[in-house]
């Protein structure tokens, strides 16, 4: 009787619940085999409805986890989608990072590259500055060179021509007997006629008598030798000094006093 009544209760639950299709075609299936009413095969289809029960339960917990399964499914594609979307994004602000770092760096490297250029420029104008330095000293130097030579000749030819026209003077003081001397036609032992005595030196006649320009057979004392011979006061107021003009012969016997005294003077030095 309790199998029957299970049977029976199992079977109105049947009709009075919203159960999957496999309970109305159980039902419908006790119906066509009226085992509901049968003693002797209650058992057997109570048994068998619960295993269709227990399949069902099975079948709907699959489908649970199935659905369960595919909710996490969803869900982690979902998230790979989001994650893929975020990696996305970080890989297009790090690209944006690294065009940017890119751009600074050309723009750093254009800079270095404009101060190199102005620095080779600078450079090259200094290196061809200096070149116009080296070889504008190097014209100077020569220009220099030959300034001094062009005046060391010039000051030998001029001595040579002082000293030729000393002698030549000395040699018609000598031949001829002309009055009318003054004191700038005395041929004084200096390259340049001197205006009054005060123009005379003992440097002066040092230079001009002891030259290698001139009387080169001769030592420095034979030189200073002859000179006394000429102007020493013995000789030279006896022959000279009346020929010269009375104005001018106060001057020329000073200028007279003051060669000799500087030719005693060098010839004192060559003695020592």
Same mark, same amino acid.
């Given at each position: 009787?309790?199998?029957?009544?299970?049977?029976?209760?199992?079977?109105?639950?049947?009709?009075?619940?919203?159960?999957?299709?496999?309970?109305?075609?159980?039902?419908?299936?006790?119906?066509?085999?009226?085992?509901?009413?049968?003693?002797?095969?209650?058992?057997?289809?109570?048994?068998?409805?619960?295993?269709?029960?227990?399949?069902?339960?099975?079948?709907?917990?699959?489908?649970?986890?199935?659905?369960?399964?595919?909710?996490?499914?969803?869900?982690?594609?979902?998230?790979?989608?989001?994650?893929?979307?975020?990696?996305?994004?970080?890989?297009?602000?790090?690209?944006?990072?690294?065009?940017?770092? $890119?751009?600074?760096?050309?723009?750093?490297?254009?800079?270095?590259?404009?101060?190199?250029?102005?620095?080779?420029?600078?450079?090259?104008?200094?290196?061809?500055?200096?070149?116009?330095?080296?070889?504008?000293?190097?014209?100077?130097?020569?220009?220099?060179?030959?300034?001094?030579?062009?005046?060391?000749?010039?000051?030998?030819?001029?001595?040579?021509?002082?000293?030729?026209?000393?002698?030549?003077?000395?040699?018609? $003081?000598?031949?001829?007997?002309?009055?009318?001397?003054?004191?700038?036609?005395?041929?004084?032992?200096?390259?340049?006629?001197?205006?009054?005595?005060?123009?005379?030196?003992?440097?002066?006649?040092?230079?001009?008598?002891?030259?290698?320009?001139?009387?080169?057979?001769?030592?420095?004392?034979?030189?200073?030798?002859?000179?006394?011979?000429?102007?020493?006061?013995?000789?030279?107021?006896?022959?000279?000094?009346?020929?010269?003009?009375?104005?001018?012969?106060?001057?020329?016997?000073?200028?007279?006093?003051?060669?000799?005294?500087?030719?005693?003077?060098? $010839?004192?030095?060559?003695?020592?």
């Amino acid at each position: 009787m309790d199998n029957i009544t299970s049977c029976t209760s199992l079977f109105d639950y049947l009709h009075n619940t919203s159960n999957p299709s496999w309970a109305g075609k159980t039902k419908a299936w006790l119906e066509d085999q009226g085992k509901v009413r049968s003693k002797t095969s209650t058992q057997e289809t109570l048994e068998w409805l619960w295993r269709q029960y227990f399949k069902e339960v099975d079948a709907s917990e699959a489908r649970h986890k199935e659905k369960e399964k595919e909710a996490e499914r969803k869900w982690w594609e979902a998230t790979a989608r989001n994650v893929d979307k975020q990696a996305k994004q970080w890989m297009a602000q790090a690209e944006t990072q690294r065009q940017a770092a $890119l751009r600074e760096m050309e723009k750093t490297r254009q800079i270095q590259e404009e101060v190199r250029r102005v620095k080779e420029k600078a450079d090259a104008r200094e290196a061809e500055w200096r070149r116009a330095r080296e070889e504008e000293k190097i014209m100077s130097d020569h220009e220099g060179r030959y300034q001094k030579r062009r005046k060391r000749e010039n000051a030998a030819k001029k001595l040579s021509d002082a000293w030729s026209r000393y002698e030549r003077q000395w040699q018609e $003081l000598n031949t001829t007997s002309g009055q009318g001397l003054t004191f700038r036609t005395i041929p004084w032992p200096q390259i340049n006629t001197p205006s009054s005595p005060l123009s005379i030196s003992a440097a002066n006649i040092s230079f001009f008598l002891l030259s290698p320009i001139h009387s080169g057979g001769k030592s420095k004392r034979e030189r200073i030798r002859e000179a006394m011979q000429r102007w020493h006061n013995d000789k030279f107021e006896p022959r000279v000094l009346p020929r010269v003009i009375e104005r001018d012969r106060a001057a020329v016997k000073e200028g007279v006093d003051i060669v000799v005294r500087c030719l005693n003077h060098l $010839l004192s030095q060559e003695s020592a």
